[in-house]
């Protein structure tokens, strides 16, 4: 695939498959027919050049190809369910629109389809990483801690329970829109974590994630307005996202939120984001977690200089958000902001209780932010070893030049 192309599949990959989806009601056609449609534009946009809206140019290849393949599936076994589905892509509205807003929920729907109820969480889970952020399924399987034959038989489970109990690719009706709206809620945040700190390879961001799914939160929202969630949740990804000019630097290397340029935060997404977690907190009843998040995310947002962060405040809030979310990576943070309040000490005790419990043996932050302890307490060497310990973890490689640059240091 050239690098043209190859941007296209990053951008529009998960959109032109969600559609696909949707008009062969099928996930392996579907998947069939995108590398159907690439496969042509790889051949015809050298000479051609690129249609005006590539989305629409893949999707229509892509449907027709999904034809051509049952027919040649049809005609060897002349199978009443290859027929049934040929003629149902058949009624779908032709000549195909153009512009990119045709696809516009489907993506939405595709979601709801794999966050349907009958499905286990660890396959909804799975298939949203395979199918809407384009992870591989080595790379699913390196998010799960799984085998790579595990994870291809979990998702080949997975598709063929949505084909097989007829699972309706749509956005439900009201009556049955709040089984899912959790899960639904934990996907769109799974899109959005992607794109923030990309799971391994070359770069830390895919800010079309980032954009894809603060998109589908914001449907949501319109779906179900007033939710302390789901304005949490849209809340903390603009809060996160305003950051996204800064947090890398032109070489494509980490840049500390201790030394971003604050100039450079997009300030009407901060001030969205800051209006939507006042509200979200107004909300009568237990705070939702995303939320909570979105207030820790809103103190730095509103910091104008790094050293004047609420860090107190932000280390009460951790605790909060360990009592509504139990988790090893809600501890981990909490202590690293005890660490601004109490001093390294602390933190280190409560890492160091976090490394016995076990649970994060494979996440590199872990051994990183012990060595970053260490550092501050003169346990040089130490904190070298936990340096290369967070390096054998590492899987991103913006992350792994960080730590390189810090093993070298301390190793100085």
């Given at each position: 695939?050239?690098?043209?192309?190859?941007?296209?599949?990053?951008?529009?990959?998960?959109?032109?498959?969600?559609?696909?989806?949707?008009?062969?009601?099928?996930?392996?056609?579907?998947?069939?027919?995108?590398?159907?449609?690439?496969?042509?534009?790889?051949?015809?946009?050298?000479?051609?050049?690129?249609?005006?809206?590539?989305?629409?140019?893949?999707?229509?290849?892509?449907?027709?190809?999904?034809?051509?393949?049952?027919?040649?599936?049809?005609?060897?076994?002349?199978?009443?369910?290859?027929?049934?589905?040929?003629?149902?892509?058949?009624?779908?509205?032709?000549?195909?629109?153009?512009?990119?807003?045709?696809?516009?929920?489907?993506?939405?729907?595709?979601?709801?389809?794999?966050?349907?109820?009958?499905?286990?969480?660890?396959?909804?889970?799975?298939?949203?990483?395979?199918?809407?952020?384009?992870?591989?399924?080595?790379?699913?399987?390196?998010?799960?801690?799984?085998?790579?034959?595990?994870?291809?038989?979990?998702?080949?489970?997975?598709?063929?329970?949505?084909?097989?109990?007829?699972?309706?690719?749509?956005?439900?009706?009201?009556?049955?829109?709040?089984?899912?709206?959790?899960?639904?809620?934990?996907?769109?945040?799974?899109?959005f974590n992607e794109g923030y700190a990309a799971s391994?390879?070359?770069?830390?961001?895919?800010?079309?994630?980032?954009?894809?799914?603060?998109?589908?939160?914001?449907?949501?929202?319109?779906?179900?307005?007033?939710?302390?969630?789901?304005?949490?949740?849209?809340?903390?990804?603009?809060?996160?996202?305003?950051?996204?000019?800064?947090?890398?630097?032109?070489?494509?290397?980490?840049?500390?939120?201790?030394?971003?340029?604050?100039?450079?935060?997009?300030?009407?997404?901060?001030?969205?984001?800051?209006?939507?977690?006042?509200?979200?907190?107004?909300?009568?009843?237990?705070?939702?977690?995303?939320?909570?998040?979105?207030?820790?995310?809103?103190?730095?947002?509103?910091?104008?200089?790094?050293?004047?962060?609420?860090?107190?405040?932000?280390?009460?809030?951790?605790?909060?958000?360990?009592?509504?979310?139990?988790?090893?990576?809600?501890?981990?943070?909490?202590?690293?902001?005890?660490?601004?309040?109490?001093?390294?000490?602390?933190?280190?005790?409560?890492?160091?209780?976090?490394?016995?419990?076990?649970?994060?043996?494979?996440?590199?932050?872990?051994?990183?932010?012990?060595?970053?302890?260490?550092?501050?307490?003169?346990?040089?060497?130490?904190?070298?070893?936990?340096?290369?310990?967070?390096?054998?973890?590492?899987?991103?490689e913006p992350e792994r030049r960080l730590l390189t640059?810090?093993?070298?240091?301390?190793?100085?």
């Amino acid at each position: 695939m050239s690098g043209d192309l190859d941007q296209v599949w990053r951008l529009e990959a998960g959109r032109v498959l969600a559609t696909l989806i949707r008009l062969t009601g099928d996930f392996d056609l579907a998947e069939e027919a995108l590398q159907d449609a690439f496969a042509a534009a790889a051949e015809q946009w050298p000479c051609r050049g690129p249609p005006a809206s590539t989305t629409a140019w893949l999707v229509g290849v892509g449907r027709r190809k999904a034809i051509d393949r049952l027919r040649r599936r049809s005609l060897i076994s002349r199978k009443q369910p290859d027929l049934e589905i040929e003629a149902a892509i058949e009624r779908q509205i032709a000549p195909w629109p153009e512009g990119d807003e045709a696809f516009g929920d489907d993506m939405l729907r595709l979601i709801f389809t794999c966050c349907h109820p009958a499905l286990g969480l660890d396959a909804q889970v799975a298939l949203i990483l395979n199918t809407l952020c384009g992870l591989s399924v080595e790379a699913t399987a390196r998010a799960f801690l799984a085998h790579k034959e595990t994870m291809a038989q979990r998702l080949v489970r997975a598709k063929r329970k949505i084909r097989l109990a007829g699972i309706p690719y749509e956005t439900p009706g009201p009556d049955r829109l709040e089984e899912r709206v959790e899960g639904v809620l934990a996907a769109i945040y799974l899109v959005f974590n992607e794109g923030y700190a990309a799971s391994s390879g070359p770069d830390l961001m895919r800010a079309d994630l980032c954009r894809e799914a603060i998109r589908l939160a914001r449907l949501l929202a319109d779906l179900l307005p007033g939710r302390a969630a789901i304005e949490g949740l849209l809340a903390l990804m603009l809060l996160h996202d305003s950051r996204r000019l800064a947090r890398v630097s032109a070489e494509g290397d980490i840049i500390l939120l201790e030394d971003q340029d604050r100039g450079l935060w997009d300030q009407a997404q901060i001030s969205e984001g800051l209006a939507l977690v006042d509200r979200a907190l107004r909300v009568p009843g237990y705070p939702s977690p995303y939320a909570v998040q979105a207030a820790i995310a809103a103190l730095h947002a509103r910091a104008r200089r790094h050293d004047a962060t609420d860090w107190r405040q932000i280390a009460g809030l951790y605790e909060v958000l360990a009592r509504l979310l139990p988790s090893p990576v809600v501890e981990l943070n909490r202590a690293i902001a005890i660490s601004m309040v109490d001093g390294p000490a602390r933190a280190l005790a409560l890492l160091d209780a976090l490394t016995a419990r076990g649970g994060l043996d494979l996440y590199h932050l872990l051994p990183a932010a012990r060595a970053e302890m260490l550092s501050r307490l003169g346990r040089r060497e130490e904190a070298i070893d936990a340096c290369r310990a967070a390096l054998a973890a590492v899987r991103l490689e913006p992350e792994r030049r960080l730590l390189t640059r810090r093993l070298a240091a301390l190793s100085d």
